[in-house]
């Protein structure tokens, strides 16, 4: 096919294998899959939070009936829509917290402690004899009692949990994105959080491979016939 230049000439059109670099296409491709990663979480995010909403009851009639999207599962018949939304769920959980209300959710197993790494206590203390979130508050109120907190986790743990100011206006606990002060999930904070982890699992493989070289560096001088 030929294309009409503004001097009234006329060139071929190249075919679609012939357009760009292939640097350029890469790019593209990069593009879309960084765009389905990051927007297949903000899908999953409405389903969670809006369960009123159009499309939460038509996936949620469909692929958890008698569950909710964090706990739905792959099936063989699911949509390539629907996989990828729970590929997005995986990084979803990563920064899914619960914002303190009643505190009617378990301690040990759900995250709920945003100045942590890990948004939950990661040791259970031995003088720990409590398990939901309000078993931490003074009876009858929604303040922490702060001896059982400092007794029941470690210092650090301990000193973030109470910079946590349970809502007395929340009639249940809420989920909420640990990375945004609102709250709500974005796509900035969720690229920040994974290529933090890309970062700190390459230094790892860096350090891991160092290590290993160092290793073979003194078996070689161990094995070298040196004159006593």
Not at 72 to 100: C, D, F, H, M, P
Request: include cysteine; hydrophobic fraction near 40%.
């Amino acid at each position: 096919m030929l294309q009409r230049e503004r001097n009234g000439s006329f060139r071929p059109i190249p075919e679609p294998s012939e357009r760009g670099t292939a640097g350029a296409r890469r790019s593209a491709s990069r593009k879309l899959h960084w765009a389905a990663e990051f927007s297949a979480p903000q899908t999953g995010w409405r389903l969670l939070l809006r369960l009123d909403s159009l499309c939460a009851k038509a996936r949620g009639g469909k692929y958890y009936p008698n569950g909710n999207f964090l706990s739905a599962t792959k099936r063989r018949w699911s949509s390539e829509t629907w996989r990828s939304i729970l590929y997005g769920r995986g990084v979803l959980t990563k920064g899914l917290i619960n914002r303190v209300g009643p505190g009617e959710f378990s301690i040990w197993w759900e995250n709920w402690i945003p100045g942590l790494h890990s948004l939950k206590p990661l040791v259970r203390q031995p003088t720990a004899d409590v398990e939901l979130v309000c078993h931490l508050f003074i009876p009858g109120t929604r303040e922490w009692d702060e001896e059982v907190v400092r007794n029941s986790f470690m210092a650090l743990e301990a000193t973030e949990i109470l910079k946590i100011k349970p809502s007395t206006m929340l009639a249940e606990d809420v989920r909420a994105w640990a990375f945004e002060k609102n709250g709500l999930y974005s796509v900035r904070s969720a690229y920040m959080v994974l290529k933090d982890e890309q970062t700190a699992m390459a230094m790892a493989k860096s350090d891991e491979a160092r290590g290993s070289g160092d290793d073979r560096a003194c078996n070689l001088i161990s094995k070298l016939k040196v004159p006593p």
